[in-house]
């Protein structure tokens, strides 16, 4: 679900911040939640002093605190122990209105712009931590450079605190694709009331953009983002009233199980209102952090915009496409179609690919209406490798936010029916 309009439009966001602190990386299933900080030291924090950066956009000052004017930068390389999710910690302050954020892998050979933080909004005059949570970062050498943006800024340091190591999905599973019949060979019906199945399913946790500029906190656990009620799954985006900004929920079976071909089908109904952005999806298993995509591949299935949507009759468009190197925003050639959905936030559709080893066919209601077919090389078709499912309501970002955010939302709930895995028999 991720980058398509980002080539066109950079929306500038509020990010959630707060005091920092050092939490404690679990190797399960769990990872911190927005409410839920420890404060145990742990292994595998990196600081990085702003006055030992190797190269700046100006020649800066001496001393154990750096001071940039707005658009002004420094570059550090920082060397991450242990793949995993991290927390970003930056403690510095401005005087007019300044935020920095964190640009991973400068003078990558693909010419890219990593944000793996999006802005962290600084303090007023006093210097203080701030932070985002959930910066995917590999272990190995990372050539960053921390940015001002908006506003003078001055930075004592920037930290890694990991929140989650990377955990191998333990399970794959490799569908035939020869036959006439179908055979369920995995799925969620959502049937038990509660959370979800965690031996399906884990959380995607934080705030740092999703590559998107996206706006909301994807919580860990909570009921009021992800639950199941009357045999739906049930991801609801809230807006906090103290002016928090956004939480949502966005569930992956990464860690778990990996899908290599197959029938993938979601039974949806998705929210209508500006600002939404509901995914069904698969993401390559070989993703680490942000350089891995698109080589990992991404098979976008379910993928609408509220404001796509007509609020009244609910009448909207699902989009399916696939990343590949060889086809994705930056070249402006990713390969996808649409096509009009009848009233998807009432009723339930089912949104499904058929991924075989030469093709991809997407599928409304069994209708197909897209093809990807392109397979000369690994560029083109990373997809002879597993795939992770994922699903999640976005809210804002360079797709969902291209026309504003609803004001005064209703809680939008996207709703699943269940999601499955077919193989050919
Ligand atoms: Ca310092
Ligand atoms: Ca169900």
């Not at 006093?126 to 001055?154: C, N, W, Y």
């Not at 569908?175 to 959380?203: C, H, I, R």
């Not at 996206?214 to 909570?222: C, H, I, K, M, S």
Request: glycine letters at 12%; proline letters at 4%; charged letters at 25%.
């Amino acid at each position: 679900m991720r980058y398509l309009s980002l080539v066109f439009i950079m929306v500038s966001v509020m990010v959630l911040v707060g005091c920092g602190g050092q939490n404690t990386p679990k190797e399960d299933d769990g990872s911190i939640g927005r409410d839920t900080v420890e404060t145990t030291p742990t292994e595998g924090t990196v600081q990085v002093e702003a006055e030992s950066y190797t190269g700046s956009s100006s020649e800066p000052d001496s001393g154990d605190v750096i001071s940039m004017t707005a658009d002004g930068w420094l570059e550090y390389m920082v060397e991450i122990p242990r793949t995993g999710r991290y927390r970003v910690v930056a403690k510095g302050s401005t005087t007019n209105g300044g935020a920095v954020w964190v640009e991973d892998y400068v003078g990558n050979k693909d010419d890219r712009t990593y944000d793996i933080t999006g802005k962290l909004n600084l303090p007023a005059d006093v210097m203080k931590e701030v932070f985002i949570d959930g910066s995917p970062l590999q272990a190995g050498p990372h050539p960053i450079r921390v940015h001002a943006h908006g506003g003078d800024v001055t930075l004592d340091f920037i930290r890694f605190e990991p929140i989650l190591f990377h955990r191998d999905t333990k399970e794959s599973l490799e569908q035939n694709m020869e036959g006439e019949a179908w055979e369920l060979v995995w799925s969620d019906e959502f049937e038990e009331d509660g959370l979800p199945d965690t031996t399906k399913w884990t959380y995607n946790v934080g705030n740092w953009g999703w590559g998107n500029n996206e706006l909301q906190y994807y919580t860990n656990g909570d009921p009021r983002n992800a639950r199941i009620e009357d045999g739906n799954l049930i991801i609801e985006a809230h807006k906090d009233a103290e002016g928090d900004g956004w939480t949502s929920a966005r569930l992956t079976t990464q860690g778990k199980t990996s899908f290599l071909y197959g029938k993938i089908e979601f039974r949806a109904k998705v929210p209508t209102g500006r600002g939404t952005w509901s995914a069904g999806w698969t993401l390559g298993d070989s993703y680490r952090d942000e350089i891995s995509w698109p080589y990992c591949g991404e098979i976008d299935i379910l993928e609408c915009v509220g404001y796509e949507i007509d609020d009244e009759t609910g009448d909207g468009i699902n989009h399916a496409t696939c990343h590949t190197r060889a086809y994705y925003f930056k070249q402006g050639n990713q390969i996808g179609s649409q096509i009009e959905v009848t009233n998807m936030n009432e009723e339930y559709h089912t949104y499904a690919v058929e991924w075989y080893p030469n093709e991809i066919r997407g599928t409304l209601d069994g209708e197909h209406y897209y093809t990807y077919d392109k397979t000369a090389d690994s560029l083109e078709w990373p997809f002879d490798k597993p795939q992770n499912i994922i699903i999640n309501l976005a809210i804002g970002g360079g797709w969902g936010g291209a026309q504003g955010i609803d004001e005064n939302p209703d809680k939008p709930k996207y709703i699943l029916d269940y999601v499955r895995v077919y193989a050919r028999k």
